[in-house]
């Protein structure tokens, strides 16, 4: 019988813990796939974060690291500047990069380390069991913002992509979403080129992915989709926000 | 054949460590330890390493993290409000089971404290030095020469026992200029990954992945983990255990001092024994693991101890469990800043003597 469709070779065959409608195990098979295209798993080096996919290190069949809480980049930084011809990549969650790890994330962004950022944005705490996330939007009801979140006393929601196109040194700087097919197609391109733009040397590209989290929105996996599409495309608009590459 | 120069405490321990092979410095600049960072800044780039100046403390030892994971000899510094800060780092470290070199050269506390010398952070290097069940190799030098010394057994420390290892000392220690002779260069930083089969540096597609980590979810596994790393120190304490003694064969007062205090002491001890007291002491240079085999044997003879500490009193506890507080256990201390002067430690002696 002919194989027409397999899971991505550099993808280990641990079953994965994430929950039904969840879009992480896209986003890890692009990474995957784009991984196996430019056959760099043998050089390739990913850095774990904490949150959801903190156990990516037993996904991934390339070397992995896992990072403290938001360090993944200083992490990172480390190991490339260690191995500068081996392929070096974070994973990180919007806690994770855009709140503890801020600090991390601009400052690796702004001296352009030559590495690979997946940064998902489900605008949730998924792991700790849904609490208010940087990217929560306006009115989202968390665990921490039972009454919504209130820009008044809790803030506006952080828009990553454009913060960091302030910043002379990214080369690459683009917000895809996976809820849909058109979506995910565009997606896989994106990571495809941040990882390219590593292996040619040009420096760093950060991908945000616009992702679900059913169990913690309380949504089906398929309402999770169209509330990405309705609600959080209109404040996180898809598209390229950097590219010198 | 190693040449002599004149270097101050904190360019030792930097020029010290690229000759053992570190290649990796991460760092942010602090009081009284910036010198190590110039030093490393300049040196650095010109022998293809990396100097990287961190965006903060809790950044370069996480960057220190991502080098040793890859099994370079990597190592940050810093003084104590910054070592504050790389306490969740070093606990990471110590969970991945990783080995770097971290140089805390101490200033008064707590908070922002001040810059001057302080030795009070003995506690949070020996007890823990962050959150969980570990501990991390503590070597006190109390001259420029053991400073260039120590840099080279914490790194051979460390990736014995794959654990992180730090240099403790006082302010004064990293200011003061003093005559060393560095170590040759002896290590080849590029055969340093090789010995380190755990190390993330590409499978290859020859071998399974490695991965590095301190996350274990099965309560059993961790425990397993802990337990094993105890075993370690046990290791540790049984073997690598370093002390100095000084004039204790017939002492019957024993000092109990490091860094410029065992310094101050010793001109201490010289002037007391011309007086006819009979006092010696004993210096330990390992902080953890702790030389208790050394005072308990002293405890068996002597009349007395006297620690002499700029703190409030944090190794006066060490020493008091090391004997089992079979001997009175007096302090001679200052803190913020200030040191005992030779007279103040002699008068403390005489006090003793009594």
């Known amino acids: 019988m002919a194989v027409v469709f397999q899971k991505p070779k550099s993808l280990t065959d641990a079953v994965l813990h994430y929950c039904p409608g969840c879009t992480h195990g896209i986003v890890h098979r692009l990474v995957a796939e784009a991984i196996d295209e430019l056959g760099i798993e043998g050089r390739t080096i990913g850095v774990a974060p904490v949150g959801c996919s903190v156990m990516a290190y037993d996904y991934f069949g390339c070397d992995m690291i896992e990072a403290a809480h938001g360090r993944a980049p200083a992490v990172a930084t480390g190991v490339k500047r260690s191995m500068p011809d081996n392929v070096v990549f974070t994973y990180q969650g919007d806690g994770d990069l855009a709140s503890i790890g801020l600090c991390e994330t601009v400052s690796t962004a702004c001296r352009g380390e030559n590495i690979t950022i997946i940064f998902i944005n489900n605008a949730i705490y998924g792991m700790t069991g849904g609490q208010m996330a940087p990217t929560s939007l306006i009115g989202q009801v968390t665990q921490t913002s039972p009454y919504g979140r209130d820009a008044a006393t809790q803030g506006m929601p952080i828009r990553v992509c454009e913060l960091l196109s302030t910043l002379e040194a990214p080369v690459y700087l683009e917000r895809v979403a996976v809820n849909s097919v058109p979506h995910v197609r565009q997606a896989k391109k994106a990571v495809l080129k941040a990882f390219k733009n590593q292996v040619e040397g040009k420096g760093f590209s950060l991908i945000e992915v616009l992702s679900t989290c059913p169990t913690n929105w309380g949504l089906t996996p398929e309402k999770a989709c169209q509330f990405v599409e309705e609600k959080m495309i209109p404040f996180y608009p898809l598209g390229v926000f950097k590219d010198r590459a | ?354």
């Not at chain 2, 503590?138 to 420029?144: M, Y």
């Not at chain 2, 540790?236 to 007062?253: G, H, N, P, Q, S």
């Open chain 2, 1 to 354: 054949m190693a040449e002599k120069v004149l270097m101050k405490g904190n360019e030792a321990i930097a020029e010290a460590a690229i000759r053992c092979g570190c290649r990796h410095y991460f760092g942010y600049p602090i009081t009284p330890q910036t010198e190590i960072a110039a030093y490393m800044s300049k040196r650095m780039p010109k022998i293809g390493g990396t100097f990287l100046q961190a965006e903060s403390e809790i950044a370069a030892i996480n960057m220190v993290y991502g080098a040793a994971s890859t099994g370079r000899r990597t190592m940050t510094s810093s003084s104590s409000p910054g070592i504050s800060l790389k306490a969740e780092g070093l606990s990471y470290l110590a969970g991945a089971d990783l080995p770097a070199l971290i140089v805390n050269i101490q200033r008064g506390g707590p908070g922002l404290g001040g810059i001057q010398p302080s030795q009070s952070d003995y506690f949070f290097m020996t007890r823990g030095p962050g959150h969980g069940d570990f501990h991390i190799i503590v070597l006190a030098p109390a001259t420029v020469q053991e400073m260039a010394d120590m840099t080279r057994l914490a790194f051979e420390l460390g990736e014995k026992y794959r654990m992180p290892a730090m240099l403790l000392a006082d302010g004064t220690m990293g200011q003061m200029m003093e005559p060393v002779v560095l170590p040759e260069e002896s290590v080849d930083p590029e055969s340093i990954p090789a010995t380190k089969p755990w190390a993330t540096t590409g499978t290859g597609m020859k071998r399974a992945h490695n991965i590095v980590n301190s996350l274990y979810l099965k309560p059993d596994e961790l425990e397993k983990t802990n337990i094993e790393r105890f075993e370690r120190y046990a290791q540790l304490e049984k073997e690598e255990c370093r002390w100095e003694e000084y004039l204790m064969d017939d002492a019957e007062i024993c000092v109990v001092s490091v860094g410029i205090t065992a310094r101050v002491s010793k001109n201490a001890i010289v002037a007391a024994r011309k007086e006819g007291i009979k006092v010696g002491m004993i210096r330990p240079i390992t902080l953890y693991p702790f030389p208790k085999a050394p005072l308990a044997k002293a405890a068996e003879k002597v009349k007395s101890f006297l620690t002499v500490e700029l703190n409030m009193g944090q190794m006066n506890e060490d020493v008091k469990l090391a004997i089992n507080c079979s001997k009175k256990v007096s302090m001679c201390n200052r803190v913020g800043g200030m040191i005992p002067s030779s007279d103040e430690v002699l008068e403390a002696i005489r006090k003793e003597a009594k």
